[in-house]
């Protein structure tokens, strides 16, 4: 039998708009490794991931291109 706990979690920083708060972003979490979750705020989804360079992997997600596909 799989168990499946939920767990409450309280988010350290959130940022309410990624396109308006895209340099606060990048310069917040310069230099940190870390655990983050983007929340689309109209489905309700939301993606969790983990990076050691999180500058390198915010630039990635809030590239333009990557944004559009």
């Known amino acids: 039998?799989?168990?499946?706990?939920?767990?409450?979690?309280v988010p350290v920083i959130t940022y309410l708009d990624v396109i308006s708060?895209?340099?606060?972003?990048?310069?917040?979490?310069r230099g940190k490794s870390?655990?983050?979750r983007w929340t689309n705020v109209h489905s309700k989804k939301s993606y969790v991931g983990s990076s050691t360079?999180?500058?390198?992997?915010?630039?990635?997600?809030?590239?333009?291109?990557?944004?559009?596909s």
């Open 1 to 9: 039998m799989l168990e499946v706990y939920v767990l409450n979690t």
């Open 21 to 29: 708060d895209r340099d606060k972003i990048l310069n917040e979490n």
């Open 34 to 36: 870390g655990i983050y």
């Open 53 to 68: 360079n999180l500058t390198r992997r915010f630039l990635y997600y809030l590239n333009t291109n990557y944004m559009l």
